[in-house]
């Protein structure tokens, strides 16, 4: 595709309840990242994938969180349990290769709010 | 761990202006430095990239410089439009297979007419 896409780009949900945000990278790329980026607390990186396994996971900010891609492709990232702390915007990632030289290209973001 | 901060967290000038905008960085160790801007609901657009080998690169009017050493990098924006307005962040790389960056909190620039 074009870009980075990201879907739904907008999500409220009630507490409690579980919600899945997806994200299409840009095709032939095979690394993809996750953030988030909350109010006071800027953007912080949740998760990492080289093609469809998560060598880093250390962002994710607890059991609740989990993602994974599929087909090194696309990427489901899911919170169960929704919280308030949880409402933020979600931005999705990807390069051509894994590694600091490869630059990321950005998609528009999910929007959570959780009432 | 590294540490990005960007000060202030706003900055409003008036059209023309040539403005600099700093983001400083707590671990030298870093691979390279990026430039992003972000408008309100959207998401991130690179600007510049510099390799921890350059010292500066330049796009259009803006030049973006690296100091390593003192940790600290630079977005320059020659000229200022209010088509500028925006959030600019800065972001640095640790390098190794995992380019996770590590963002500051950006600086809202606001250029008025």
């Known amino acids: 595709g074009a870009g980075v896409s990201q879907s739904p780009s907008n999500k409220v949900t009630e507490k409690g309840k579980d919600v899945e945000l997806r994200c299409d990278p840009i095709s032939g790329h095979t690394a993809l990242y996750w953030y988030r980026q909350s109010l006071g607390q800027g953007l912080e990186f949740l998760i990492y994938?080289?093609?469809?396994?998560?060598p880093d996971k250390s962002g994710l900010p607890s059991d609740r969180f989990s993602a994974e891609r599929t087909g090194g492709s696309v990427s489901t990232l899911t919170i169960q349990r929704t919280q308030q702390e949880d409402s933020a915007v979600y931005l999705c990632?990807?390069?051509w290769g894994w590694g600091a030289r490869y630059e990321q290209y950005f998609g528009p973001g999910t929007r959570l709010t959780v009432t | 761990k590294q540490e990005v901060t960007q000060i202030p967290a706003a900055l409003s000038v008036p059209e023309g202006e040539n403005l600099v905008l700093n983001c400083s960085f707590t671990d030298s160790a870093i691979y390279n430095l990026q430039w992003f801007r972000q408008d309100p609901g959207k998401g991130l657009t690179s600007l510049l990239l510099i390799q921890s080998s350059q010292r500066e690169q330049t796009s259009g009017r803006l030049n973006a410089s690296l100091d390593k050493s003192s940790g600290r990098s630079t977005l320059y924006i020659a000229a200022s439009q209010p088509g500028d307005s925006a959030t600019y962040l800065c972001?640095?790389?640790?390098?190794?297979?995992?380019?996770?960056?590590?963002f500051g909190k950006g600086i809202t620039l606001s250029v008025r007419p």
């Open positions: 990632a990807s390069s």
């Open positions: 994938f080289q093609g469809n396994s998560a």
């Open positions: 972001a640095a790389t640790a390098g190794g297979a995992n380019s996770k960056l590590t």
